[in-house]
């Protein structure tokens, strides 16, 4: 079993900063990556950042020097530092581990919401 707990979420004014975190426990080895996905309302989920195990980074074009994921192995735990919101990062947050099992298995946070008001 995986278990992910997020927070940090939370209502911030436009050209705010917020952080997250996303804690991992439980039976957490191969990992593949971590990362940041979001949903906004009539959206679909996208992939907001990721960190693979050999610590690269990637990241959609819309959060590009903006955002900043990190991770503290020793903590298993994954931060999303976001820097000059915008209203259009307004959506529900989810922490994403893959891990390598029999095939490649996803596990989910359950969600933290950003509101970036203008």
């Known amino acids: 079993q995986v278990q992910l707990v997020e927070s940090g979420g939370g209502l911030v004014q436009a050209g705010g900063s917020l952080r997250l975190s996303c804690a991992a426990s439980?039976?957490?080895?191969?990992?593949?990556?971590m990362g940041w996905y979001r949903q906004a309302p009539g959206k679909q989920r996208e992939l907001v950042a990721a960190?693979?195990?050999?610590?690269?980074?990637s990241y959609a074009d819309s959060v590009k020097g903006r955002f900043t994921i990190s991770r503290d192995n020793a903590k298993n735990t994954v931060y999303l530092q976001m820097n000059s919101l915008k209203p259009e990062d307004t959506a529900v947050y989810y922490c994403?581990?893959?891990?390598?099992?029999?095939?490649?298995?996803?596990?989910w946070g359950q969600g933290t919401q950003v509101t970036v008001s203008s």
């Open positions: 439980g039976s957490i080895f191969s990992l593949i990556a």
């Open positions: 994403n581990v893959r891990m390598l099992r029999i095939g490649i298995r996803d596990y």
């Open positions: 960190i693979t195990s050999g610590g690269s980074t």
